[in-house]
């Protein structure tokens, strides 16, 4: 999954897409790159984000999906909590939610993606970008995430998504401190045996490595991403989304034949 951003101040770019025209290119090159498919966001979550207006999320990130679901053969997602924005994006085009909330934000969100019969990724978070760091408490990490996780796909099912339709992504970097994003890597087999779910894996560029990588900025972190999205690979992931498209394809096939012949 290629990460586009229509942000003026998403942590992870090396370049700014507030232009609809560059953005659309840059889904382009990722679809040519290999990508299966690109999520396209309005809204920065990283830790300490201010939130964005439906209005103005909505005029970043539509025209981006509309010109793009016309040119690309991959499936388009919206990466957005808000239910009036994931109904926009669907109609222009998106066949996927990503919702970083797992409906905790917009419940309602579930109804739009069970009415326009979407696919809907559900991420483990708590609190808000602003308070996340400050939820990140743990006595059993992997219980809790896996408890959390469940409640939001029920959440989802009861609203009418088919669990058919349902991916879950952990939420590494989300109300999570380093080790706690460490230790969701390392026990991802435990998470997916448990969830019984296809798995969404973002590891890409966040600070979660910052000091394993003594402090290097957010895109200057793709080698240790590498490790991460290998890591991810070899436990079980299904889906792996990352900025640096043709880079970690490589990453994946390789470590895809690593894990069909251990």
């Given at each position: 999954m290629g990460v586009v951003n229509v942000t003026p101040d998403s942590f992870g770019d090396a370049e700014r897409l507030t232009d609809p025209a560059k953005a659309v290119d840059a889904v382009l090159r990722m679809e040519a790159e290999g990508a299966d498919l690109i999520d396209?966001?309005?809204?920065?979550?990283?830790?300490?984000?201010e939130p964005v207006a439906a209005a103005e999320e909505l005029a970043r990130v539509v025209p981006v999906i509309a010109a793009a679901a016309r040119r690309v053969r991959v499936p388009l997602s919206i990466d957005t909590y808000k239910a009036d924005v994931a109904r926009a994006a669907l109609d222009a085009g998106a066949a996927i939610v990503n919702d970083?909330?797992?409906?905790?934000?917009?419940p309602e969100l579930a109804a739009v993606v069970a009415e326009r019969g979407a696919a809907l990724v559900l991420m483990h978070t708590r609190g808000r970008p602003k308070t996340m760091a400050g939820e990140a408490m743990y006595h059993d990490l992997i219980g809790e995430v896996t408890s959390e996780l469940r409640q939001r796909m029920q959440t989802a099912v009861d609203a009418g998504v088919p669990i058919e339709r349902i991916v879950l992504d952990p939420g590494i970097g989300f109300a999570k401190r380093p080790p706690h994003s460490y230790g969701v890597l390392a026990r991802l087999p435990e998470l997916a045996a448990a969830l019984d779910r296809p798995l969404l894996v973002g590891p890409s560029r966040k600070s979660f490595m910052r000091e394993a990588l003594n402090g290097r900025p957010a895109t200057e972190r793709d080698w240790g991403t590498a490790a991460a999205v290998t890591a991810a690979v070899l436990a079980g992931a299904h889906i792996v989304r990352v900025h640096a498209v043709a880079e970690m394809i490589q990453v994946v096939r390789v470590a895809e034949e690593i894990r069909k012949n251990g």
């Open positions: 396209i966001g309005g809204e920065s979550t990283r830790p300490g984000a970083i909330s797992g409906l905790l934000y917009e």
